[in-house]
């Protein structure tokens, strides 16, 4: 079972960064608008404990800050495969985190999200060196990276679900989160099959049923939240679940849905910066995101 499933992850990456470079082609990894810091070490692992910050130019400090969690199945992704992204959000005014953390099957849940809590507390420990924002902090995650930020809002929200981890709380003041194509509601047995049981191994769901089960631990003190999701998005029906399950808890929130059968768009196409579209998707999530700043 597992060879079958670390075969599985190979053929993932394959298949994913095929995808990528394609999409990503000929997109320039410097532009004259932002100042890029690359490979800062912010944990013990030479390889995947790096992280880049890209600053904007021209701008007002102290800057607002994105702390960004990759997407790619807890086992696939890098701070490469979207750099081009962060780029963007520079340019848009937002200093953005992009980090690397270790990845299934080398790893099993939680050790992905222990990278992210080391990475954040890397941020409010340097945040004075790099001009960061300490009051004005957002988190934005994709697919898995999307189910780890939720899952981080919930023990950021929640002291009885944050003695559940062995986590410090930061002074970084988080105003939002943002979640694109998100997974969520992974208690559930149906959500952990393929490539994914390579980080929810079965030893780690049943040591761990507890800290998996966020949604349970999810209060009114939640942060602000933007959905997004696409009209032909796999996640698509997770992104209208969690739109109905925040509702039921009275959490403010945005949940939009972009493509439709003549404009399909798909699973975290708004990464795609050659896109119109995601352009737009962007641009709204932006409004969204400094509608909380101070």
Request: neutral net charge; hydrophobic residues 35%.
């Amino acid at each position: 079972m597992k060879d079958n499933i670390t075969e599985a992850i190979l053929q993932m990456r394959k298949q994913f960064k095929t995808q990528d470079d394609k999409r990503d082609a000929g997109l320039p990894t410097e532009i004259p608008e932002v100042t890029r810091i690359n490979d800062l070490a912010y944990g013990p692992d030479p390889k995947w404990n790096l992280l880049d910050i890209y600053l904007p130019k021209n701008t007002t400090k102290p800057i607002p800050t994105i702390i960004n969690i990759h997407g790619g199945g807890w086992c696939y992704g890098t701070k490469e495969t979207y750099q081009f992204f962060g780029l963007n959000w520079a340019k848009r005014g937002f200093a953005f985190i992009n980090a690397n953390y270790r990845l299934a099957p080398d790893v099993s849940f939680p050790k992905e999200l222990d990278d992210v809590n080391s990475y954040i507390h890397f941020v409010a420990k340097h945040a004075a060196e790099y001009g960061l924002d300490k009051n004005n902090v957002f988190l934005m995650g994709d697919s898995a990276g999307g189910q780890m930020a939720e899952q981080y809002v919930t023990i950021l929200t929640n002291p009885k679900y944050r003695q559940l981890f062995d986590y410090e709380m930061t002074d970084l003041k988080f105003k939002a989160v943002v979640l694109n194509s998100a997974a969520n509601f992974m208690v559930e047995p149906k959500a952990i099959n393929g490539a994914v049981a390579g980080y929810f191994t079965p030893e780690s769901v049943q040591k761990y049923s507890e800290q998996l089960n966020v949604e349970k631990y999810i209060t009114k003190d939640f942060l602000p939240t933007y959905l997004s999701t696409a009209n032909q998005d796999f996640l698509r029906n997770s992104a209208f679940k969690m739109d109905g399950f925040l509702t039921a808890k009275e959490i403010f929130h945005i949940c939009k849905m972009y493509g439709d059968e003549r404009n399909p768009r798909g699973h975290v196409f708004l990464i795609n910066q050659k896109d119109e579209l995601a352009k737009k998707a962007n641009d709204d999530e932006m409004a969204f995101l400094k509608s909380y700043l101070n």
